[in-house]
């Protein structure tokens, strides 16, 4: 059975229905997980398609993505008319396709000013890419910007969800960055920190704190 199917989407945009390829839940075979939660797949790659594009119009989103505001539609469809997608990404996605994908998600992201937190998981997903093609330079890259997000992310919002998990993504981006000082502080805020209760973290972030250490 073909892994991938063609998925039906209203765009929020133009309105106009077209279809995206998604990957079956049954064929999603995970290989490897890295410590900062980057996925290695056996054969087609779910996060590739997780930013969905409008042929019609350019509109991209995902779930990271903030509901579109009637306000906003008008500037929006001008924005794309200027800077349309480089070609349909309806097919299948191999991971120069995805980087062009996320790409283009993220400028509209940016036009729209979304939440720190949509910005910084775009900017990941560009550097699992680059990890994946292991272009170092550009994951180093995609890895300062995720972290300026995340860091901004988790200064102003009010209320996150899992918050240890945030304080554990900032720990490795800094490890990632090779900022160890900046790392061990996170990691041990994570474990002294009473907001933080899952306990999956509390123990990841011992253990990188003491891989650090040694
Ligand atoms: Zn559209």
């Known amino acids: 059975m073909d892994a991938l199917f063609d998925k039906r989407y ?12 998604k ?8 290989k490897t997980i890295d410590s900062d939660f980057y996925t290695e797949y056996a054969g087609e790659n779910p996060n590739y398609y997780l930013v969905k594009v409008c042929p019609y119009c350019g509109y991209s989103w995902s779930d990271f993505s903030s509901p579109l505001k009637s306000s906003e539609k008008e500037g929006l469809k ?17 991971p120069a396709t995805a980087e062009k994908v996320f790409l283009y998600a993220l400028k509209i992201a940016e036009w729209r ?14 550097s699992w890419i680059h990890r994946f093609l292991k272009n170092e330079e550009k994951e180093k890259e995609y890895l300062e910007k995720a972290l300026e997000h995340f860091l901004n992310f988790y200064q102003t919002a009010d209320n996150i969800v ?26 041990a805020r994570i474990v002294s920190d009473e907001k933080v209760t899952d306990q999956n973290i509390i123990r990841a972030a011992r253990k990188q704190w003491q891989g650090l250490r040694m």
């Open 10 to 21: 209203l765009c929020e945009l133009c309105g106009v229905e077209f279809t995206n390829k």
């Open 78 to 94: 001008a924005f794309l008319k200027e800077t349309p997608p480089d070609e349909n990404f309806s097919g299948a996605r191999d």
């Open 113 to 126: 000013k979304e939440k720190p937190q949509a910005l910084g998981n775009l900017s990941l997903q560009i």
């Open 162 to 187: 899992n918050v240890g998990k945030t304080m554990f993504i900032l720990g490795e981006l800094y490890r990632r960055l090779g900022k160890k000082d900046e790392a061990l502080k996170w990691y």
């Open 23 to 30: 990957i079956r839940r049954s064929q999603i075979k995970v």
